[in-house]
């Protein structure tokens, strides 16, 4: 499979958090950019805020008869200082926030230039250590009026960066885990914020390339691998399948937490880079900036000017396709890396998102447990008719858990299964109180808690923020436990 298929992956993981809403250089929003994937410079002190040097990734790998090896891409950004310089009073060019040429501003500001380092067909079972200049740089470009007078120039200015890479791979269990890692090897010091990012690797993630072999997923390994799988260990990169489902020849290694396959959303007409913000909110945001604030954004860096002239010559009827669509629950959807309504950024976590909207999916019972089957009916209407929630009771409605009845206001200990959401890990062992049974169009069963301890527990349930898990990932509380806990509950 070529790589080009998940280059528009790649690409918005590339960006993301690149300029943010409103787009524009006085934005509070945008002083502290390149939130992901940043690699410092090793020797930056503790005053300029560096990132760590290094990610490291381990995955699977199931070799085919011949020899096996992996190509290695290295994809990140390279901080590019642009700066407009204009004469003083005295006629000597200095350095300005801005310029104006015939009523356009032109400001001064970062941008970036993308890089890829490539390490082609490493055989697997030898080790590689490697290290990579890439090369800094200066371009001057005047600025002219529209008589052709040169009133100015920019000058862009990007640092030489070193790095290296690092490829090793062990036999574990009939499969190999082959272990990378990648380390901003920049010698000099940093001693301010502006010096650590502009000698930082930014955005940086991988693109794996198998050869003679095929990748495990890690997420949902075979039998055969899930102890192979849980040995694999990440550090600030997150290995997923990439490209078409089912194909396990390309991985990304990514700064950011995805599902195996993620896509961009078709309905999506270009990026946006501001993290998990749906494309129509966006879009009708950019609309209602005023004529002023768009010329900001326009002069600040050439990819906001393109958003805002996407946004400006939208039709009605291209907005309309950013609305949503309707799909059939019951056929099988694709892992989008984007919001269902067609966002064209990567989500921190793209998963069914605990205390947000309730899972879509929730498998049968784990372990054993008694879960009944959800009574979701709708005495056939169709399940987009409002009528057919009419048998739906979420403050009644019931799920019976290990024997017990668990309803609204029972008691019950959570236990994360899902992967669902980072914060799981805060809510393994928690006891929560039920809100809700409820009910989804494919059957699903879904409680709604509020963490007892929480203490914005009763503000959560007065505005109706609850957190949602399937039946399986809870455990009743025995009547005893209930008793102890409303008790101390109440003192």
């Avoid at 356009?104 to 200049?133: C, F, I, K, M, N």
């Avoid at 009939?174 to 000099?188: D, F, K, M, Q």
């Avoid at 072999?213 to 997150?238: H, I, K, M, T, Y």
């Amino acid at each position: 499979m070529s790589l080009d298929q998940v280059r528009s992956i790649a690409d918005a993981v590339l960006y993301e958090g690149y300029l943010l809403y409103p787009y524009r250089a006085s934005s509070n929003k945008n002083r502290s950019r390149w939130q992901f994937g940043v690699l410092g410079p090793p020797n930056a002190e503790a005053a300029s805020f560096g990132e760590q040097p290094g990610m490291e990734t381990q995955v699977l790998l199931a070799p085919h008869d011949g020899p096996a090896a992996v190509t290695v891409h290295l994809r990140f950004l390279q901080l590019q200082v642009r700066e407009v310089w204009a004469p003083d009073a005295d006629g000597a060019e200095q350095p300005v926030d801005r310029l104006t040429v015939d009523g356009a501003e032109v400001l001064s500001w970062d941008e970036a230039v993308e890089r890829e380092v490539v390490l082609a067909a490493l055989p697997l079972g030898e080790a590689v250590d490697t290290v990579h200049a890439v090369p800094g740089g200066e371009d001057s470009e005047p600025l002219t009026d529209a008589r052709g007078a040169v009133v100015g120039r920019i000058v862009r200015r990007r640092l030489p960066l070193t790095l290296g890479i690092r490829t090793d791979s062990v036999v574990d269990d009939g499969y190999t885990r082959l272990s990378l890692a990648v380390r901003n090897e920049h010698p000099e010091p940093a001693a301010t914020k502006d010096a650590a990012i502009r000698a930082s690797l930014i955005g940086a993630h991988l693109l794996l390339r198998a050869h003679d072999a095929e990748f495990v997923s890690l997420l949902e390994p075979p039998a055969g691998a899930a102890a192979a799988a849980g040995r694999c260990r990440q550090n600030r990169c997150w290995p997923v399948l990439a490209g078409p489902k089912g194909t396990t020849d390309v991985l990304l290694g990514a700064p950011i937490i995805l599902y195996d396959y993620p896509e961009v959303a078709e309905q999506s007409p270009g990026a946006l880079f501001d993290s998990t913000e749906i494309d129509e909110i966006l879009t009708l945001r950019v609309m209602t900036m005023t004529e002023a604030e768009k010329a900001e954004a326009r002069a600040t860096d050439p990819r906001a000017r393109e958003i805002i002239d996407r946004c400006d010559s939208m039709s009605p009827a291209g907005l309309q396709e950013l609305h949503g669509l309707l799909r059939d629950p019951h056929l099988p959807q694709p892992a989008a890396l984007t919001e269902p309504t067609g966002s064209a950024e990567p989500m921190a976590d793209v998963g069914p998102a605990v205390g947000a909207e309730p899972m879509a999916d929730v498998g049968p019972a784990v372990g054993g447990r008694e879960v009944e089957p959800s009574a979701f009916d709708t005495s056939g209407a169709p399940w987009w008719d409002p009528a057919a929630d009419a048998s739906v009771r979420p403050g009644s409605d019931a799920v019976v858990i290990d024997g017990v009845r668990v309803a609204k206001d029972s008691l019950v200990r959570v236990h994360p299964s899902r992967r669902a959401d980072a914060q799981d890990l805060f809510f393994a062992g928690q006891v929560a109180r039920v809100t809700a049974v409820l009910s989804d169009v494919d059957g699903g069963t879904h409680v709604a808690l509020v963490l007892l301890d929480d203490p914005a527990s009763d503000l959560h349930d007065w505005y109706g923020r609850y957190f949602y898990f399937a039946p399986d990932e809870l455990t009743p509380l025995t009547v005893e436990e209930t008793a102890r806990h409303r008790e101390e509950n109440r003192s």
